[in-house]
């Protein structure tokens, strides 16, 4: 079975000049059955969550939290967050995502797009698989790097495919608290952050040692790439054998 989460981030008006908490929850899961045309989505309990915290409301695309939705093909909600084969850029789109020119399987994109949209404050992420030893590794853009200082920028645009980058835990981010940062591998530069959704299960293989941790670039798409798909980073390390990642209650389906 292939699994995609559907993280949600809130962003309401509080009725003053800013936004919402800007937190991310993951609210839902995309499955599908390798080689048949099957779809299924359903709530996971990290919408009660989001429903206590910040107000989240059903999606309208699935507006009944209890239920399971079945399709013979990809919901309009994911569908729409793909670009056609068709158009001229689809070679060039691909190409930012380190995928051969020929793919065309939805949830191979979207595990590494994250099939974001500026309408809206959804993100897509892939369910990490550990190997039986415990080893794993994962692809993802890099976070915040628009927030870091003007020499970390400039730093980033200098990295080169295969450069390597350290892993280092942030205990205070204001935002999450606890937050997986990359730094270049002089460990001057910090460029950026791992993904939210990663970091419970990264502090989990961190604390087996933080030298079993690896990251490195894997493309590096200058402007006018968009600013959410810049640098393309895998990172690779080892869990505990038997340690499941992504199976916390957020994670877990509202409805059997």
């Known amino acids: 079975m292939k699994t995609l989460f559907l993280a949600w981030q809130d962003v309401r008006p509080d009725g003053g000049t800013r936004s919402g ?31 206590a915290k910040a107000g989240f409301q059903p999606l309208d695309a699935f507006p009944t939290l209890e239920k399971v939705y079945e399709s013979g093909e990809l919901f ?6 793909l670009i056609s084969p068709k158009r001229e850029d689809y070679a060039e789109y691909l190409e930012r995502l380190a995928l051969p020119p020929e793919e065309t399987d939805p949830f191979a994109i979207l595990a590494v797009s994250g099939g974001g949209r500026q309408t809206d404050n959804l993100e897509v992420f892939p369910q990490i698989r550990p190997h039986r030893d415990g080893k794993f590794s994962c692809r993802f853009f ?19 495919v295969g450069s390597r980058l350290q892993v280092a835990v942030e205990l205070n981010n204001p935002a999450t608290g606890a937050a997986i940062q990359l730094m270049t591998a002089d460990d001057y530069f ?6 939210r959704y990663l970091i419970k299960d990264m502090l989990a293989a961190i604390a087996g040692g933080v030298e079993n941790m690896r990251a490195h670039v894997v493309r590096n798409n200058p402007p006018p790439a968009p600013h959410n798909q810049r640098v393309l980073v895998e990172l690779e390390g080892m869990f505990q054998v038997g340690y499941q990642p992504m199976s916390s209650e957020e994670f877990l389906p509202l409805v059997a």
């Open 21 to 51: 908490s800007r937190a991310w929850f993951p609210i839902g899961r995309l499955e599908a059955e390798p080689g048949q045309d099957w779809f299924r989505f359903l709530y996971t309990k990290g919408v009660l969550d989001a429903q």
């Open 76 to 81: 309009p909600l994911f569908q729409n967050r």
């Open 190 to 195: 910090m460029v950026g952050w791992a993904p």
């Open 142 to 160: 890099l976070h915040g790097w628009r927030h870091v200082n003007v020499p970390s920028q400039e730093r980033l645009g200098t990295l080169e």
